[in-house]
C-alpha cells in the first residue's frame, strides 16, 4: 500500500500520523520535496537526485548561507536577510530554529531572480528560476552539482538524466507514475491513499486497474463538491473505491443536500491525534498564556485587569517594544522576550489556556501544540492564526471581550465546564477516530 500527496503539509503530516498510529504497513510518497522528509518518506525528485544519500552533514544555520564578501547577514527568529550595505540581496527562510530551508535571491528593483533550496543536511538539492516574478524552472542536482532534473513549472514538462538515460516527460503525472513503476512492485501499490484531488488522483486514474484508490478528504466545502470528487461520486469506471471525510459535518451535507450514484463509498473517518500530555487534572485554572510576534495583543489591557486572578504569561522569540513591556506593571503578567523555541512549548504544557488574540503571524505552530496538550483555546475573529484547532464557539468578536472573560470565569473552577469546552474543542469535526477503525478501513 503507499500513502501518496503532494506536499508535506499539515494534512498529510496528520494521516501519516495516523496510519502510522494505528499499524497499518504502507510507504509514503510526497511528490514534491520540502528537504525535510522523515527517512520513511521519498519523493520522486529527491529519489533521483540522491538527495539524501549522504547524511553527513546537519541543517545550515542562517549565518552559514554562502554570501559575497563584505556583504553581512541579519536575523531574528523569524527570518534573516542578506545586506549588501543598506541593500537587501535576500532573504532566509527557516524551516525551523534558525535552519535554513530556503533563501530567495533579489535583484536591484526589488525582483525574486532565483530561489536556493537546502535540506536537513545543509546540501543546497534545488534552484527556482524566476521569469517576470513567475516561478518558471526548477533544477535539481546531484551531490556533484550536475543538473539530474529540469522541471518546466510553466508547461509541467520534465527531462531526467538518471543512470547514464535521458528521460523526457510530458507532465508531472507522467513522471510520478514512471517512478512509481520503477521503484514499486505491483502488489505495493494495489491499493493507494491519497489527500488531493489534483495530482494524486490523476496518478491514481493514469494507473487504471492496477490500483484502487482510497481518497482521504480533510478540506471544507466551502465551494460546493470539487469537480473532480463529483466524477469520481458519477463515475462507476473510477478506480477511486471509497472516500472518507474527515469532517462529519460535510460527509452529511453531501448524503443530504447531493445526490451521487456512488454516494454509498462515503463515509466518516474521525481524525486520531499525538496527544503530548494527559488532560490536566487540577481544579484551579490559573495560567494564560499568549505567544506573540507583536505587540497588537487585542484588549490586552482589559483582559488582564478583569483576571486579576489569572496569571498570565507573555512570550515571543523576538524583543518586545515598549508598549508590551509596559505591561510587566501589572502584578499578574510575566514577560518572557527572546526566550528559547523549547521554554515556549514547556509553557504551552503548563497552561490552562492559550489566547490567541495577537496580531502578525503565529509563532511556532503554538495553536496546534496546545491543541495537541489538551489545552483550552480562546480567540477573536480576524486574529484566529489556525481555526481548525480551535472550536468556532470559542472564536469571538472583536466586541466581546466581555465573553471571554466571562467564558474564563466559569471554567477555570469548574471541572465540568472546563472539561465539556475542551470536548467541544477537541470534536470540531466530529468523534476522534480509533486505531481499529482505521487498521479495518485501510486493510489491503
Known amino acids: 500500500m503507499i500513502n501518496l500527496s503532494e506536499h508535506m503539509d499539515e494534512n498529510t503530516i496528520d494521516l501519516v500520523w495516523s496510519l502510522s498510529n494505528a499499524g497499518i504497513k504502507y510507504r509514503s510518497i510526497i511528490i514534491f520535496d520540502n528537504g525535510w522528509l522523515a527517512d520513511n518518506m521519498v519523493s520522486p525528485f529527491s529519489f533521483y537526485s540522491s538527495a539524501y ?7 545550515l544555520f542562517f549565518n552559514e548561507v554562502p554570501v559575497q564578501p563584505f556583504w553581512g547577514i541579519r536575523g531574528n527568529n523569524e527570518l534573516a536577510e542578506v545586506y549588501d550595505n543598506d541593500t537587501i540581496r535576500s532573504k532566509i527562510f527557516y524551516h525551523e530554529n534558525r535552519e535554513v530551508e530556503r533563501v530567495e535571491w533579489w535583484n536591484t528593483l526589488n525582483k525574486i531572480v532565483f530561489v536556493d533550496h537546502y535540506n536537513c543536511y545543509g546540501r543546497l538539492y534545488a534552484k527556482t528560476y524566476y521569469h517576470h516574478d513567475v516561478p518558471a524552472q526548477k533544477s535539481y542536482f546531484s551531490s556533484d552539482n550536475h543538473e539530474i532534473i529540469n522541471h518546466n513549472l510553466v508547461t509541467n514538462q520534465i527531462m531526467l538524466s538518471f543512470e547514464g538515460k535521458n528521460y523526457f516527460f510530458t507532465s508531472l503525472t507522467e513522471f510520478v507514475v514512471f517512478f512509481i513503476k520503477q521503484n ?19 496518478i491514481v486514474e493514469e494507473l487504471k486497474k492496477e490500483t484502487k484508490g482510497i481518497l482521504v478528504w480533510d478540506e471544507p466545502l466551502t465551494q460546493g463538491v470539487p469537480g473532480n470528487m463529483a466524477e469520481i461520486l458519477s463515475n ?52 494564560i498564556l499568549i505567544v506573540t510576534s507583536s505587540d497588537d495583543i487585542w484588549q ?3 483582559l488582564v485587569e478583569s483576571l486579576p486572578q489569572m496569571n498570565f504569561k507573555i512570550m515571543a522569540l523576538t524583543e518586545m517594544s ?41 509563532v511556532l505552530d503554538v495553536v496546534k501544540q496546545t491543541f495537541l496538550s489538551h489545552t483550552l483555546i480562546l480567540s477573536v475573529e480576524n486574529r484566529t492564526h489556525h481555526a481548525k484547532y480551535i472550536a468556532s464557539e470559542h472564536i469571538f468578536t472583536n466586541e466581546a471581550s466581555d465573553l471571554m472573560i ?39
Do not use: W
Open 53 to 59: 544519500d549522504d547524511k553527513s552533514g546537519r541543517a
Open 184 to 202: 514499486f512492485a505491483v502488489q505495493d501499490y494495489n491499493q493507494i491513499i491519497y489527500n488531493s484531488l489534483s495530482t494524486p488522483l490523476f
Open 236 to 287: 462507476h469506471e473510477s478506480n477511486t473505491t471509497h472516500i472518507f471525510f474527515q469532517r462529519q459535518a460535510d460527509m452529511r451535507k453531501i448524503h443530504n443536500e447531493y445526490h451521487f450514484s456512488r454516494d454509498a463509498i462515503i463515509s466518516y473517518l474521525g481524525k486520531t491525534y499525538d496527544f503530548t500530555t494527559k488532560i490536566k487534572s487540577r481544579e484551579n485554572k490559573k495560567n
Open 300 to 302: 490586552l489591557g482589559k
Open 322 to 362: 515598549d508598549k508590551l513591556t509596559a505591561s510587566s506593571k501589572y502584578e499578574n503578567v510575566e514577560l518572557f522576550p527572546i526566550a528559547e523555541p523549547q521554554h515556549i512549548l514547556d509553557a504551552v504544557k503548563q497552561a490552562d489556556y492559550l489566547l490567541d488574540i495577537n496580531n502578525g503571524p503565529e
Open 406 to 444: 466571562e467564558k474564563i470565569n466559569i471554567t477555570r473552577h469548574n471541572m465540568l465546564k472546563y472539561g465539556k469546552a475542551l470536548t467541544l474543542q477537541e470534536n470540531i469535526y466530529g468523534p476522534e477516530g480509533s486505531k481499529s477503525y482505521y487498521a479495518k478501513a485501510f486493510k489491503s
